[in-house]
């Protein structure tokens, strides 16, 4: 949702909570279960999966300590997907307000001291907007808010699959309306 205004625009950022996320996540968490689950079952001799009829003789024990390894690890990096996704890693808005001569940019970031990141700059001191475009295997199509004095601000996410089309758009749209030239 964005919201524009002859003054005032407002554009929602998307953060982590995608649905690609969310299959990334439950996927990588149900494969470690099984991975987790064969590895004990070799520990222990009995099969915990009845699913599969398979007997745990089928795997050795060092198999099974890598296999339980593996889960592990599995698990560890599945809960940090989940916890990204609830936190809404990424996520914000960006304002820009002509009638006050503001821009505010604001995402949200990992809990601690820093977790709520809160820029501001006067639209006096915006020197321009710079479109980062990078072709090949992988593509980075990158928006970016150059201010005096304190170098870039980059205002799209670098996984946003924009066409260069859709991000020059964006761009003049900007531009035009902080009455700022594109770079």
Do not use: H
């Not at 970016?144 to 089309?165: M, N």
């Amino acid at each position: 949702m964005n919201w524009r205004s002859e003054r005032i625009w407002i554009e929602l950022i998307r953060g982590s909570r995608k649905m690609s996320n969310f299959c990334w996540a439950f996927i990588l968490f149900l494969g470690s279960l099984g991975f987790l689950l064969v590895g004990i079952s070799s520990y222990l001799g009995r099969n915990l999966i009845s699913l599969f009829p398979t007997s745990p003789q089928q795997f050795f024990f060092p198999q099974g300590i890598v296999m339980s390894f593996y889960g592990i690890a599995g698990l560890f990096i599945s809960s940090y997907l989940w916890c990204t996704i609830s936190w809404n890693i990424g996520s914000g808005y960006d304002r820009f307000d002509r009638k006050e001569g503001r821009v505010c940019i604001f995402r949200w970031g990992f809990p601690g001291k820093n977790r709520r990141i809160f820029l501001r700059f006067l639209i006096k001191d915006i020197q321009s907007i710079r479109i980062e475009l990078q072709e090949g295997i992988y593509t980075r199509r990158v928006l970016y808010l150059e201010i005096r004095g304190q170098g870039a601000v980059p205002l799209t996410r670098t996984d946003e699959k924009l066409t260069p089309r859709e991000i020059e758009q964006k761009a003049a749209e900007l531009a035009y309306f902080l009455r700022v030239p594109i770079e």
